[in-house]
Nanobody, 114 residues
Framework: QVQLVESGGGLVQAGGSLRLSCVAA????????MGWYRQAPGRERELVAD??????TVYADSVKGRFTISRDNFNAVYLQMNSLKPEDTALYSC?????????WGQGTQVTVSS
């Protein structure tokens, strides 16, 4: 069993920063690709940023230049979020995958006030 535990969300003013963390407990290794997704009320879940086991990254156009995804060599992935906007308000969830396995965290709420 693998558990992903996110932390670091909260309430911040527009223009502020937050750093999200996701730590995996259980049988997970650096061979997993990991990513951050978000879901705002009434909207579908969308990819925010992804990082492969080899370190390649992908970002949603809406966060390019503002967000940075990183990982350690074992079981954690981070999302540094700068210049936050009200439209970044959402529940942010961590995802880890390595075929055929796929794991999700419970999410951490990010609220950006204008």
């Amino acid at each position: 069993q693998v558990q992903l535990v996110e932390s670091g969300g909260g309430l911040v003013q527009a223009g502020g920063s937050l750093r999200l963390s996701c730590v995996a407990a259980g049988s997970i290794s650096s061979t997993y690709d990991m990513g951050w997704y978000r879901q705002a009320p009434g909207r579908e879940r969308e990819l925010v940023a992804d990082i492969t086991s080899g370190g390649s990254t992908v970002y949603a156009d809406s966060v390019k230049g503002r967000f940075t995804i990183s990982r350690d060599n074992f079981n954690a992935v981070y999302l540094q979020m700068n210049s936050l906007k009200p439209e970044d308000t959402a529940l942010y969830s961590c995802h880890a995958r390595r075929r055929p396995f796929s794991y999700w965290g419970q999410g951490t709420q990010v609220t950006v006030s204008s």
